[in-house]
């Protein structure tokens, strides 16, 4: 390949998406095209609007095909095909994890952006809470699944976004709540809507506040910041969200000795599942970087968060960090230096 055809190569790769093979489904009118890749040029193989059939699905596995290629303009079609499968997509266990842990991603982020990224107007609010109910069910069903919990703290450990900071925190949420014997699948699944949702309320802060750095707030505009959990509860009026998802977003910023808000609670008022998102709140917050300071790094956080002991829920704590040990986040030994 000359010079002009390595520019022209780059040029079209950076117009495709690569999308594992194994994530399409057969279908009749494909939501967005398919390429392949053959000695450096993007080839159609299957057109927007016609079908894939089990046959291309064949021929791709014959021909030792793993990745293909969708148009960077055709992405929202691949996400929304991403999110109506995942439940299929995550389940097939034909399909080796990281894979099924690289579509849950892709699906989660989409899903979550489209709820965090700007203040919506009530119907569409509605119906992009829906698909995020939606994406909770698929995502802790997939989440007990072997190696899911090193697969997606990992993938969910980077972006600076809102968004990625709530996936981040229903995630590390989930995987401590579980061993809980006292919360069942049916509120496990209500404190992960929760903890996705519990900055929501951020979406109706005026945005000249979120843009200036908190140390330089005026006690009036710390006190707009602090009406956040309580703005979000009323997003979310209506909508079919039980006390526990309720409750995780009016009350993440209460801290068990008392020093919180909006409510001041103390330890023994807060619900199991409050204490648990607090402490995944703080830990995932301090381990992203924010416009104001780099990110902590996971011992960095959790030295931080030791110090504050009185704050935070011991037993959450504990189980988080084991929980971050088991994912191969941390090495539990080097803690204690
Ligand atoms: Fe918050």
Known sequence: MDLKERIAAKEAEGQFIPVSSLLLRPWANGPFSVFLRQEGHFVLYTTKGGAYSDEHRQKLSDMDVDLVYVPKDQIKNYEAYLLENLDALLADETVPLPVRGQAWYEASMASARSVFEEKLPRKLFRTRFNHVRRLVRDSVAFFDSPGALTNVTKLVSRGYKGYHHAMGVMVLHYFVLRGYEEVNKEELFQACLGALLHDI???????????????????????????????????????????MAQHCILFHHEREDGRGYPAGLTDEHIPLAVKSLSVCNEYDRLTRPSPWRPAHTPYEALQKMGRRKRAFHAESLRRLILMLAKAEIIEPDRLKE
Do not use: C
Request: charged fraction near 30%.
């Open 201 to 243: 309320g951020k979406t109706d802060l005026p945005e000249e506040v979120l843009a200036r750095r908190p140390e330089n707030w005026s006690q009036a505009e710390e006190d707009i910041y602090k009406t956040h959990p309580a703005r979000g509860v009323a997003l979310v009026i209506g909508l079919p969200l039980d006390a």
